[in-house]
């Protein structure tokens, strides 16, 4: 029977140590992720994202909450991985746990980095995460249901679609807009031209039968001439 209090005791004991233990390693936890969080802020690295669900959505927009943030690392970290595999030709795997994030406020909007999974010490360049998000970026966008304007990474300029090229070069179509106006032209000049010779030889016709009356009316006949002489000498 006096086993039975010691063995309590004991039992207590190991139960307190454990606690205080557990204590120490979540608050090694917090100190971990509050320095990590400071450091995203600090960092020239870091991305500031704003999300429009209204905006885009109105009415019907999703909530946003940790599930939402979880995508967006994992779909972050995809763009880092196709990046990585197009660019450098390079096979790394990014998770979301690569993907650090802070500053986070009620009008959804937060501060991020990226970490190298190969050394979790190091950051990525800015540059190369932008330039794994603008080739991603389609993909990221449609996982939220966003558009460029509603899902905007600060300081990363609105991706561009290509401009189209038009079915017919643009020189065809101004020179074909030339010859029509340079036959246009020419055909007006050639039926001026052939209008003003009709109307002028017209005139011209006219002139010239007045003149032509006159001289007919001024003619002699010889027969009647010869009538007169035989009468006058009889």
Known sequence: MWLKPLLVVALAG??????????????GKVEEETRWSSKVVDS???????????????????????????????????????????????????????????????????????????????IIPKAEVEAAVRLSRGRINSAFLLSDDTLEFVGLLATLPP?????????????????????????????????????????DDDEEKPVEETENEGETNLGLEEDDDGRTKL
């Open 14 to 27: 190991i139960y307190a140590q454990a606690k205080e233990e557990g204590n120490g390693q979540n608050y």
């Open 44 to 122: 020239p690295d870091a991305f500031k994202v704003r999300l429009s669900l209204k905006a885009a959505m109105g009415d019907e927009a999703y909530a946003w909450n940790e599930n939402e943030l979880y995508l967006f690392k994992a779909t972050t970290a995809y763009s880092m991985r196709q990046y990585y595999v197009a660019e450098k030709g390079q096979q790394v795997n990014f998770t979301s746990g690569n993907v650090v994030t802070s500053k986070e406020t009620q009008r959804i909007s937060f501060i991020f980095y990226v970490t190298d999974p190969r050394a979790p010490a190091t």
């Open 163 to 203: 401009p189209s090229e038009p079915g017919v070069q643009v020189w065809l179509i101004v020179f074909g807009v030339v010859m029509s106006l340079v036959a246009g032209m020419g055909v007006f000049l050639i039926v001026s031209g052939f209008r003003d010779r009709k109307r002028k030889s017209k005139l």
